[in-house]
């Protein structure tokens, strides 16, 4: 056997075959003569033998057959597993990394199409807010007005109020009352 041949699909595949075969055969082989086995010394007695004695001893023997048997079969069952893995981890793996590859770069440019997307649309909204007059046009939201005092006559004129007055507030001294020197 060329041991090279091993590591191209068609000689494993033939090994295998073969291998499998073999394995096959000799466990039909094992049943069959755990079989006539079994009935044979079920037939012959032994001197000495009480009641069951025929059967179990029998039985023993058979069952050593039997235990041939199923490895002879997990053995062939083996041989096609071994093809299934060498074709599964060698020869399919290149064009599944490939696959893999072309998949993460998918989803990679995806994720950057979508940052770039949400990018773009903050930058459009900070320069249309940037860009619209200070005016609103009717129907929307009054943007905050300034904080801005009532008449310089008033005696409350140092506390900010929420709407009204004729002066904006300039400084945060406006806020605070003047003080005697403090």
Known sequence: MD???????????????TVRDQ???D??????IADIVRSRLEQTPIEGDRWMAKRLR????????KAMQKASTEA???????????????LE???????????????KQGRQAAVGAAVAGSLNRTVTALNTPQEQPGGTVPQAR????VAPGNPWQQWPMAAGGERPTSTINDYFAKGDGQ
């Open 23 to 25: 394995h096959v055969r």
């Open 76 to 90: 062939a069952a083996k041989a096609e597993a071994l093809y299934a893995t060498y074709v599964n981890e060698v």
């Open 146 to 149: 300034p904080a801005e005092f």
């Open 93 to 107: 793996l290149p064009q599944r990394r490939a696959t893999a590859e072309a998949k993460r770069l998918e989803r």
């Open 3 to 17: 041991i090279n041949a091993l590591f191209t699909d068609e000689g494993l595949r033939a090994f295998t075959a």
């Open 27 to 32: 466990a039909q082989q094992y049943g069959q």
């Open 58 to 65: 029998a039985w023993k023997v058979a069952r050593q057959l």
